[in-house]
């Protein structure tokens, strides 16, 4: 997983940070995944400075150009979701706090697999193999999270 630190508008910064919005189109010059984390900081380009302030949000679908030709080329639409709550590391990790953080994580990413098999189901149906088979990757590796998530949120909780 990759943290990507992305320059966002006061405008774009707020409608995040409220909830309006969930995605981005960007230049594809990152290599962006699904499960990436987007540091979002708000940038004032009046000030041409950053403000402090920032947001952080997991990446949870992609459309390319390959995916959809409605999209430019060389840029991507990414969707984006909470990030699944960590154990703060300065903060006493009990077995609770543990398998509490593996159970969100594993629901999200049983969400991703759900929404990427949707897509992949849409692809194939119109006849776009490589846009489906990418998908249905996609939906597998999370499905594959998911399960590692849970089984070990089941552990930690036998302790």
Known sequence: MTRHELKTWPKYFAAVRSGQKRFEIRRNDRDFKVGDILVLREFDPEDDAYTGQAEERQITFLLSEEDYGGVIHGFVAIGFGEVAPHPDADAEVTAESLATWHETA??????????????????????????????????????????????????????
């Open 106 to 159: 594993a629901s999200n990413a049983a969400l991703r697999a759900q929404e990427a098999r949707k897509v992949s189901e849409s692809y194939a149906a119109s006849n776009m193999g490589v846009a489906a088979d990418r998908n249905g990757a996609v939906a597998d590796l999370a499905a594959a999270e998911a399960g590692f998530h849970a089984a070990a949120a089941r552990i930690v909780r036998k302790g």
